[in-house]
Nanobody, 123 residues
Framework: VQLQASGGGLVQAGGSLRLSCVVS????????IGWFRQAPGKEREGVLCGSSGGGSTYYLDSVKGRFAISRDNAKNTVYLQMNSLKPEDTAVYFC?????????????????WGQGTLVTVSS
C-alpha cells in the first residue's frame, strides 16, 4: 500500500495549487482519503477529508471556501485544490487513507500515510 503526494511548490499569496495523491496497492473506491499538513515547528493538523462515498468533511475552518477535495477513482488519485492561498498555509501536506467515512477528526483512524509535499506561500 502506497500513497504519494505531489504538486507542492512555491506560490505567491492569493495563488492556487492542486495537490495530487496517487494511491497504489488498494482500490481507491473503498477508501476515504484525508489531507493533513504540518507547518514548521507546529503539530500536524487535519485539513480536509473525502469519503469513499463521495462526501467531504472540513477539519480546518480556515480553509473552508478556499480548499476542495475531489477524486478520480479510475486514476487512483485524489486531489486537493487550494485557492486563495495565504502564507499561513505554508506546510508539508500529506495524504492518508482509511476504511469507513470521514466523521469526526480522529487521525489514528487513518491506517496508511504517504510522504508529504511542501507548499510554500510567499507574502
Amino acid at each position: 500500500v502506497q500513497l504519494q503526494a505531489s504538486g507542492g511548490g512555491l506560490v505567491q499569496a492569493g495563488g492556487s495549487l492542486r495537490l495530487s495523491c496517487v494511491v497504489s496497492g488498494f482500490t481507491l473506491d473503498y477508501y476515504t482519503i484525508g489531507w493533513f499538513r504540518q507547518a514548521p515547528g507546529k503539530e500536524r493538523e487535519g485539513v480536509l477529508c473525502g469519503s469513499s462515498g463521495g462526501g467531504s468533511t472540513y477539519y480546518l475552518d480556515s480553509v473552508k471556501g478556499r480548499f476542495a477535495i475531489s477524486r478520480d477513482n479510475a486514476k487512483n488519485t485524489v486531489y486537493l485544490q487550494m485557492n486563495s492561498l495565504k502564507p499561513e498555509d505554508t506546510a508539508v501536506y500529506f495524504c492518508a487513507a482509511m476504511r469507513g467515512l470521514c466523521g469526526s477528526y480522529v487521525p489514528r483512524r487513518f491506517n496508511y500515510w504517504g510522504q508529504g509535499t511542501l507548499v510554500t506561500v510567499s507574502s
